[in-house]
C-alpha cells in the first residue's frame, strides 16, 4: 500500500520509543545517587561535579521532549491514514501540525538561544556544525511548509476567532502532503538524535576523567559512582 512504509516506521517508534523513556527516568535517578554521593563530602569540585549532572540531566530531559514529539506523531500519522472521513482526517493534521511548530520552537527558540544551543556553543564546539546543519534543515522545513504554522495558529493551539480563517487554513490540508511532511520531521529530528548521542558519549567521558583526578583516598566511592553511571 501507498503508506505502508510510514506506518512500519511508526509502529517502530511506538514500539521502542517509550523504552527510552523509560531509561531517562532510569538515569536522571542514577545521577541524583551520583549527587548523594558527592554530598557526603566536602569537596570543591562537588559544585562543579553537580553542575555538570544537572546540564546533562537538562540536556537529556530536551531530548526526551523530541522523542516524545516522535511518539506523539507516529499515533497522529497512523489514524490519519486510516480516517474515514474529512473530518477526522483534518483533525490529525491539525494536531500534527500543533506537535511539529511547538517542537521546532523548542530546538530553535525566536529572537535568543535555546539552552541546547548555548551549551552546545560554550562547551561542546565540535557539535556546533552538527547544530547548524539541524536549525538550517529546521528553517528550510519552515520555509517549505507554512502552512504547518498557519495550521498550528488558526486551528490547533486555539481556534482563530475568524470562522473563515480557522476554516480556510485547513480544508485543502491533504493526507498526501501531511505524511511528507510527517517524514520531513523524522529526518529533521533524526539529526537531534545524532547530536545527542556525541553529546552523551563526550559528556560521560569528560565527567569520568574529572571523577579520576579526585584523592585516591576515594577510589571505593569513585568505583560506586562510576558503577551507578555506566549501568
Sequence with gaps: MKYD??????????????ILIDQYRSTKDRYNEVKKFLATYNLDENKDLNKDINEFITFYKFQIFIIIAQ???????????????RWEQLFFIRNSCLVIHEIFNKIKIR????FYESIIESK???LKSDFNELIIS????????PQVSKIRNRAASHY?????????????????????????FYKI?????????????????NFN??????NNGFENKLKQINDLINL
Design 5 to 18: 512504509n510510514l506506518i512500519f516506521n511508526c509502529n517502530m517508534v511506538l514500539e521502542e520509543f517509550p
Design 71 to 85: 511518539l506523539d506523531l507516529a499515533i497522529n500519522a497512523k489514524n490519519l491514514i486510516k480516517a474515514s472521513n
Design 111 to 114: 529572537n535568543k538561544k535555546s
Design 124 to 126: 561542546y564546539p565540535n
Design 138 to 145: 529546521i528553517d528550510l522545513f519552515n520555509n517549505t511548509y
Design 160 to 184: 482563530e476567532n475568524s470562522f473563515d480563517k480557522f476554516y480556510n487554513s485547513i480544508i485543502n490540508a491533504e493526507i498526501e502532503e501531511t505524511a511528507l511532511i510527517i517524514i520531513e
Design 189 to 205: 529530528t533524526s539529526l537531534s538524535s545524532n547530536i545527542w548521542k556525541q553529546y552523551s558519549r563526550t559528556f560521560k567521558e
Design 209 to 214: 576523567q574529572k571523577l579520576s583526578i579526585l
